[in-house]
C-alpha cells in the first residue's frame, strides 16, 4: 500500500493550489480517505475528509468555503483544491487512508493506519 502526495509548492496568499495523492498496491474503493496538515511547533490538524462513496465529506471551521475534497476511483487519485490560501495555511499536507467502515469518513489522525510521505504548501508573498 503506497501513497504519494504531489501539487505542493510555494504560493502568493489569495492563489490556489490542487494537491494530489496517488494511491497504489491496494483498491481505493474500499477506503475512506483524510487529508492532514502539520505546521511547525503545531499538532497534526485534520483538513478535510471523503467516505468511500463520497457521500460525506468533512472540512475544518478554518479550510471551509475555500477547500474542496474529492477522489477519482478509476484514476486511484484523492485531490485536495485549495484556493483563497493564506499565509495560516503553510504546512505540510498529508493524505491517510483507513478501510471504511461506516458511512462517514473521519478527521482524527489516529483512525488512519497509512500515510503518504507529504508535500510542502507555503504560502507567502
Known amino acids: 500500500l503506497q501513497l504519494v502526495e504531489s501539487g505542493g509548492g510555494l504560493v502568493q496568499p489569495g492563489g490556489s493550489l490542487r494537491l494530489s495523492c496517488a494511491a497504489s498496491?491496494?483498491?481505493?474503493?474500499?477506503?475512506?480517505i483524510g487529508w492532514f496538515r502539520q505546521a511547525p511547533g503545531k499538532e497534526r490538524e485534520g483538513v478535510s475528509c471523503i467516505s468511500r462513496s463520497a457521500s460525506r465529506t468533512y472540512y475544518a471551521d478554518s479550510v471551509k468555503g475555500r477547500f474542496t475534497i474529492s477522489r477519482d476511483n478509476a484514476k486511484s487519485t484523492v485531490y485536495l483544491q485549495m484556493n483563497s490560501l493564506k499565509p495560516e495555511d503553510t504546512a505540510v499536507y498529508y493524505c491517510a487512508v483507513r478501510l471504511s467502515t461506516r458511512s462517514y469518513c473521519s478527521a482524527d489522525a489516529m483512525d488512519y493506519p497509512s500515510w503518504g510521505q507529504g508535500t510542502q504548501v507555503t504560502v507567502s508573498s
Open positions: 498496491g491496494f483498491t481505493l474503493d474500499y477506503y475512506d
